[in-house]
């Protein structure tokens, strides 16, 4: 497998040697037909059909005639829940049965991830941490080590306090790392199983922790489970009932 090698720093923003990142995950060309097909269907796929219009037959009133058909000098009408009354039903709205659904095949889904995760890495927005070092639930830990982080070269901004300004992924979560990174507005914390394209293009900086850990979960995404099949008994062959004989009696 081919690799290549990038900086690996600690959380004072110091180096700690160097890592082998997957060719096949980190240094990817960028596909831009790929990743907009599984961002645009991961997030119509995460739409609300909340919307829901209600029709002529669905508004309350309008059983009774407003008034006579003729004589009145007034345009003919039959029901106030006419779409042309006030509070009557609307026509053509949006209906709650609508589907958004669209259907993204798995392979599809962790390549975009890999293409997105190799532009990132290309234009020097993914920083590798060897580990958080976080041993209490401390949310001032966490924020001391994202301002370790701001020393690196580069990566002046990565502690600015903007919306989606850095997502940090580590190969699990705790409860020591989740709580320390829950109050921390511009950070977001996530496992590497549950990570996708559109958390790694929605965030400026990645975070990586533990790399090498992250790096066997994210190659795993790509490998197909082989579907065993039980193979069935063969059945055992029918035992031969001998037959009885039938003797009469004599009378």
């Known amino acids: ?59 309350s009133g309008g059983g009774k005639k407003p008034w006579r058909q003729k004589g ?37 889904r962790a390549k975009a991830l890999f293409v997105a995760l190799s532009a990132k890495l290309r234009d020097n927005q993914v920083l590798f941490v060897d580990s958080l070092g976080l041993d209490a639930i401390k949310t001032k830990d966490a924020q001391n080590a994202l301002n370790g982080l701001a020393t690196i070269s ?28 829950r109050n921390i507005a511009h950070a977001t914390l996530e496992d590497v199983r549950n990570i996708n394209p559109v958390d790694i293009m929605n965030y400026r900086y990645i975070v990586v922790a533990n790399p090498e850990d992250v790096n066997i979960s994210l190659a795993s995404k790509m490998n197909k489970t082989p579907n065993v099949s039980k193979a069935k008994a063969p059945k055992a062959p029918a035992k031969k009932v001998a037959a009885k004989k039938v003797t009469k009696k004599a009378k």
Request: proline share 4%; net charge positive.
């Open 1 to 59: 497998m081919e690799t290549i090698s990038t900086k690996l720093y600690t959380v004072k923003g110091k180096e700690a040697g160097s890592v082998s990142l997957p060719s096949d995950i980190w240094n990817l060309p960028w596909n831009a037909d790929l990743v907009h097909q599984v961002v645009t269907g991961m997030q119509s796929n995460a739409r609300a059909t909340t919307a829901n219009a209600k029709g002529r037959g669905e508004v």
């Open 72 to 108: 009145t000098g007034r345009a003919r009408h039959g029901s106030t829940r006419s779409p042309i009354w006030i509070g009557g039903g609307t026509t053509h709205g949006p209906l709650a049965d609508k589907n958004y659904d669209k259907k993204i095949n798995k392979k599809m």
């Open 154 to 181: 580069g990566f002046e901004t990565l502690n600015t306090k903007k919306h989606n300004n850095i997502f940090v992924i580590v190969p699990g979560k705790t409860e020591t790392i989740s709580k320390s990174f």
